[in-house]
């Protein structure tokens, strides 16, 4: 991830790690993603995992809308979590 690229290794993952939960839990993929025209429903599956656990750690300040994190507005997060 830290090697200069077009973020094509964070999408990879994604993808990857998202059809592994999803096969896993055999649901229904729901969007989230307000930029979610150019993400996979795969990919959107693992952020979608990543808000969840993030929510489950009580990390309330904090929203994840792409996997790489970068040029993207509405990912955020704060200091305390």
Do not use: W
């Not at 990857?16 to 150019?38: E, H, I, M």
């Amino acid at each position: 991830m830290m090697l200069p690229s077009g973020n094509d290794a964070a999408f990879a993952l994604a993808d990857y790690f998202g059809t592994l939960l999803f096969d896993r839990k055999q649901v229904a993929v729901v969007p989230t993603c307000p930029n979610s025209q150019f993400i996979n429903m795969t990919a959107k599956y693992f952020l979608k995992e990543m808000n969840f656990n993030a929510q489950k750690l009580g990390m309330t300040n904090t929203y994840y809308d792409s996997p790489h994190g970068l040029m993207n507005k509405s990912n955020y997060s704060s200091a305390e979590d």
